[in-house]
């Protein structure tokens, strides 16, 4: 097996259902985006359970990744994050640590 495939194989045998849950009770959309998925403008999708509580479920491999919310077309703030480091553009990323 070639060493790419190898570390395909290898990263996806040790990742982790990482749940995200945020309350934005006046969202219409909620997406996620980080260094995880190479800081994508359109993100991962959360979904909403109508009360102001959205959801989705990441599947990322042990390790500390930097991530923002895309709420209704704009960057923000997870606003229950417990740890944020500074970022080029004068904001700070949120940080979650995967064990």
């Known amino acids: 097996m070639k060493n790419a495939a190898l570390a395909r194989v290898t990263r996806k045998a040790t990742a982790r259902r990482v749940p995200v849950e945020v309350r934005l009770d006046n969202a219409r959309d909620v997406s996620i985006s980080g260094d995880f998925n ?3 403008d359109v993100g991962v999708r959360l ?9 989705t479920v990441l599947h990322l491999p042990p390790g500390e990744y930097q991530y923002r919310l895309i709420v209704d077309g704009g960057w923000r703030d997870d606003p229950e994050a417990l740890r944020r480091v500074p970022n080029p553009f004068g904001t700070e990323n949120c940080v979650m640590i995967v064990t």
């Open 47 to 55: 979904s909403h359970d109508g009360s102001g509580l959205w959801r």
């Open 38 to 40: 190479g800081w994508s």
